[in-house]
């Protein structure tokens, strides 16, 4: 049976690293990557988060795009392209097994 208890998330997430092209952020357990139909519509995700971080970028024809993805429990790195060409290159290098 599943709680009505909402799980206590913490919205927040750090930035290791960024660039032009690329954003690395340190994710928490337990926040989700992205919206989802189980997951009640107010609950914070890192997208979310990302989407509020690069609303400049995002408004002048950026992009946002979740390399890896992490489970809700698991907290690491979350490698994101911002750009559509850093994707396609970062998801080729990621099919390869280049990033480790």
């Given amino acids: 049976m599943r709680s009505e208890v ?3 998330v913490c ?5 290791l690293y960024e ?3 690329v954003l690395v952020v340190n994710k928490a357990a337990p926040l989700i990557m992205h919206p989802t139909g189980c997951v009640r519509s107010k609950e914070p995700t890192l997208l979310g988060g990302l989407r509020q ?4 970028e995002l408004a002048c024809g ?4 979740l390399i890896n993805r992490l489970d809700r ?3 690491g790195l979350v490698l994101v392209a911002k750009n559509p060409r850093s994707a396609h290159e970062l ?3 990621m099919q390869r097994r280049l990033i480790h």
């Fill in 6 to 8: 909402p799980i206590a």
């Fill in 11 to 15: 919205p927040e997430f750090s930035v």
């Fill in 19 to 21: 660039d032009a092209d």
């Fill in 53 to 56: 971080l690069l609303a400049y």
């Fill in 62 to 65: 950026g992009s946002i795009s």
């Fill in 73 to 75: 429990e698991t907290s």
């Fill in 91 to 93: 998801g080729c290098a």
